[in-house]
C-alpha cells in the first residue's frame, strides 16, 4: 500500500470514485489531502467570483461549504468555471487573456517562491479551457445538463 502523500492520493481517488462526500475520509492524511483540495475549490469560487454570486443569493457559508464538499475538482467543475471565464469575456473583451497572463505569472512566481502550485495550475487550466472553449465553439453560453448550477446549490433544501 502507498504511504504518505501518494497513499492520501490513492484514498482520495478511490472516495470519489465510489461517489461519498470528500470530508468522509478517516485517516489523517486523507483528512488533509480533502482539505487541501477543498481550499483550493474555495480559492478558485473566490477568484473566479463565484462565492460573491452565492452570497447575493443568500446562501448560507454552510450551505455552500456542505455542497462542494460533495465534489472533488474535475473536469466538470472546471468547465463550469470556463463558462464563467466565457461569459466575462463576453461582458469585458480581453479579461481572458489578461488573466491568463497574470495567471501565468503567478504561476512562475510561486513556483521560484517554492510555495504551493495547485491553485495557480488550475486558475491557468480553466482560463486555457476557456479561450479553448471560445474558438472552438460558436455558442458556449447554453449550458450542459451535467454542469454545476448556482440555483442547483440554493435550491436543494
Same mark, same amino acid.
Given at each position: 500500500?502507498?504511504?504518505?502523500?501518494?497513499?492520501?492520493?490513492?484514498?482520495?481517488?478511490?472516495?470519489?470514485?465510489? =461517489?461519498?462526500?470528500?470530508? @468522509?475520509?478517516?485517516?489523517?492524511?486523507?483528512?488533509?489531502?480533502?482539505?487541501?483540495?477543498?481550499? @483550493?475549490?474555495?480559492?478558485?469560487?473566490?477568484?473566479?467570483?463565484?462565492?460573491?454570486?452565492?452570497?447575493? @443569493?443568500?446562501? !448560507?457559508?454552510? *450551505?455552500?461549504?456542505? /455542497? /462542494?464538499?460533495? /465534489?472533488?475538482?474535475?473536469?466538470?467543475?472546471?468547465?463550469?468555471?470556463?463558462?464563467?471565464?466565457?461569459?466575462?469575456?463576453?461582458?469585458?473583451?480581453?479579461?481572458?487573456?489578461? *488573466?491568463?497572463?497574470?495567471?501565468?505569472?503567478?504561476?512562475?512566481?510561486?513556483?521560484?517562491?517554492?510555495?504551493?502550485?495547485?491553485? /495557480?495550475?488550475?486558475?491557468?487550466?480553466?482560463?486555457?479551457?476557456?479561450? @479553448?472553449?471560445?474558438? !472552438?465553439?460558436?455558442?458556449?453560453? !447554453?449550458?450542459? =445538463?451535467?454542469?454545476?448550477?448556482?440555483?442547483?446549490?440554493?435550491?436543494?433544501?
Amino acid at each position: 500500500m502507498p504511504s504518505g502523500f501518494q497513499g492520501a492520493r490513492a484514498a482520495a481517488s478511490a472516495q470519489r470514485k465510489h =461517489d461519498r462526500p470528500l470530508l @468522509t475520509f478517516t485517516s489523517w492524511e486523507g483528512r488533509a489531502a480533502c482539505f487541501k483540495e477543498l481550499m @483550493t475549490i474555495f480559492q478558485l469560487l473566490h477568484w473566479n467570483g463565484s462565492l460573491k454570486a452565492l452570497r447575493e @443569493t443568500k446562501c !448560507s457559508r454552510q *450551505e455552500v461549504i456542505s /455542497y /462542494y464538499s460533495q /465534489y472533488s475538482l474535475d473536469e466538470k467543475m472546471r468547465s463550469h468555471m470556463a463558462l464563467d471565464w466565457i461569459m466575462k469575456e463576453r461582458e469585458s473583451p480581453g479579461i481572458l487573456s489578461q *488573466e491568463l497572463r497574470m495567471a501565468l505569472r503567478q504561476l512562475e512566481e510561486a513556483r521560484k517562491a517554492g510555495q504551493e502550485l495547485r491553485f /495557480y495550475k488550475e486558475k491557468k487550466e480553466i482560463l486555457s479551457l476557456a479561450l @479553448t472553449q471560445i474558438y !472552438s465553439d460558436p455558442d458556449p453560453s !447554453s449550458p450542459s =445538463d451535467d454542469q454545476l448550477s448556482l440555483a442547483a446549490l440554493c435550491g436543494y433544501h
